[in-house]
Each structure stands twice: as structure tokens, then as C-alpha cells.
Nanobody, 121 residues
């Protein structure tokens, strides 16, 4: 099992930026892919972006393309999400996840506790 702890959320005005961080520990050598998901009140948890832990290839949802960037530091076992040009619609709890991969939440078996991102208009 992989333990994940997110940080970096907060309140920001529309057009602003935030950088989320996820610290991984435990059996990280079994991780194939890591991702960020988000969940707004009353909504399903949705895919934001993912990265192959070894190769570094990335994928991202159309709604965040060109604004959000996922990256990782394998040596430090850290995952990042740089969020620019934030919009009120980006308001959600953001979760870090690790697992087999893909855009479906069921492809991930380790989850962090989440960090709140609130974007004011």
C-alpha cells in the first residue's frame, strides 16, 4: 500500500495560481501511475491529470489542458499539480491517487485525504 498526503490547497481569486503537492511513502516501487482527481459538492470524483511514475508521460482532462501541469520527482517521491488561470469551476477537493492508472477512479487503489481548492470570482 502507498500512503499519500496532499498539501497546497487554499483560497485564490479567479485567474490566480496554486501548486498542489503530494508526498508518497510506503510501497511506492509498485506504483505504475499517479494522478490527481477532484470532487466538487454534489458531483462525481473526476479525473484531472495523470503521470507515468517511471517514464513521465502525462495525460490531462480537456477542461484543464493548457492551464494545469502535472509533474513528479521520483527520487523525492513527490507529485505536483501546477494550476494556472484558475476558474471558479475549478473549486473542489483535490485528491492524489496511485495505482495501475487511467482516467477512471477504479484504476487507483491508494488515495490521499484531499486538499480543498476554492476559486473566488
Amino acid at each position: 500500500q502507498v500512503q499519500l498526503v496532499e498539501s497546497g490547497g487554499g483560497l485564490v481569486q479567479a485567474g490566480g495560481s496554486l501548486r498542489l503537492t503530494c508526498a508518497a511513502s510506503g510501497r511506492t516501487f509498485t506504483t505504475f501511475e499517479m494522478a490527481w482527481f477532484r470532487q466538487a459538492p454534489g458531483n462525481e470524483r473526476e479525473f484531472v491529470a495523470s503521470i507515468n511514475w517511471r517514464g513521465g508521460s502525462t495525460d490531462s482532462a480537456d477542461s484543464v489542458k493548457g492551464r494545469f501541469s502535472i509533474s513528479r520527482d521520483s527520487a523525492k517521491r513527490m507529485l505536483y499539480l501546477q494550476m494556472n488561470s484558475l476558474k471558479p469551476d475549478d473549486t473542489a477537493v483535490y485528491y492524489c491517487a496511485a495505482g495501475v492508472g487511467g482516467r477512471n477512479r477504479w484504476g487507483y487503489d491508494s488515495w490521499g485525504q484531499g486538499t480543498q481548492v476554492t476559486v473566488s470570482s
